[in-house]
């Protein structure tokens, strides 16, 4: 299994708690009096934006009426939900929304990412993740940048491991050619990606868009990721970047949107030996 995240915990214990309210047809205002708290609050507990006190969770188990089972797992992802992440010890120096989303992929089992400019983060050097850093923000306190560049380097941790994250990435041409860092940064970032390619070959897959194909739908979007869970209950996420926001969405319609662009994009990428191959011989140029 996924390591267990305390974000995913929170998550689920939400999105089961406004299950159960949809079952039972109140709004969010009528469970909010339940709970002695605001309709607002109400919506953060359910989005798993906000982790619900032991007192409102008690009144909304009682007016809900769970049975024993199901209040035992509540309790149980109520438990798991007070623990720390890794990411936890970062909250100076990034967004709630970005630590949410470190919480996902921590506990996730697959991420599907599609990138038009950078190799994934997931996926990059110490070096290329300094070069990134460096020109998203070229005046970073050094002691900023070594926490950023460790807590990638934690992320990349998923890869390996008992029961690794399962990663798809779907990447332009272009990222192959950028030289993010500078010739001798980019041809180590490439022959840094072979290496992965080849000792991830189970859960590991890269798939390059070469130049020559087709328009397709995120051609001219941002980097974006669709997080998926093994549980059935958790539905698939996306996260977006663009230069000047981030966002977790976990609008179903908007979702399948961002997983229609990115199954379009996929569609247009070589197969993983072509690819291989593609970026072998963007590294001998580099040479």
Not at 226 to 238: D, H, K, M, N
Request: glycine residues 8%.
């Amino acid at each position: 299994m996924a390591p267990e995240s305390p974000t995913i915990a929170i998550w689920e214990l939400g999105l089961r708690l406004r299950e159960r309210r949809y079952l039972l047809g109140l709004t969010a205002t009528e469970s909010g009096r339940l709970a002695r708290c605001t309709q607002a609050h109400v919506s953060e507990i359910e989005r798993g934006r906000t982790r619900a006190t032991k007192d409102k969770l008690t009144r909304l188990i009682k007016a809900y009426e769970f049975d024993a089972d199901e209040t035992a797992e509540l309790w149980k992802l109520h438990e798991h939900g007070g623990q720390r992440g890794w990411w936890n010890k970062y909250t100076g120096i990034f967004s709630n929304e970005l630590l949410r989303f470190f919480g996902y992929e921590h506990g996730a089992e697959s991420v599907r990412t599609y990138s038009g400019g950078l190799i994934p983060g997931l996926l990059q050097t110490e070096e290329y993740i300094r070069a990134v850093i460096r020109g998203a923000a070229p005046n970073l306190r050094l002691s900023e940048e070594e926490l950023r560049v460790t807590a990638r380097k934690t992320r990349q941790q998923r890869l390996a491991g008992d029961d690794p994250l399962h990663l798809t990435a779907v990447i332009s041409e272009a990222t192959l050619r950028q030289r993010v860092g500078g010739i001798a940064v980019l041809h180590g970032q490439l022959e840094h990606l072979m290496t992965l390619m080849e000792q991830h070959s189970e859960n590991l897959d890269v798939r390059v868009i070469p130049f020559t194909a087709g328009g397709f739908d995120a051609l001219d979007g941002s980097s974006f990721h669709l997080v998926g869970f093994a549980s059935p209950r958790l539905p698939t996420l996306a996260w977006q970047e663009t230069i000047t926001s981030t966002a977790l969405i976990d609008h179903t319609m908007t979702v399948r949107e961002y997983t229609l662009a990115y199954h379009q994009a996929e569609e247009r990428a070589l197969d993983r030996e072509e690819s291989l191959r593609l970026i072998r011989d963007a590294a001998k140029e580099l040479s």
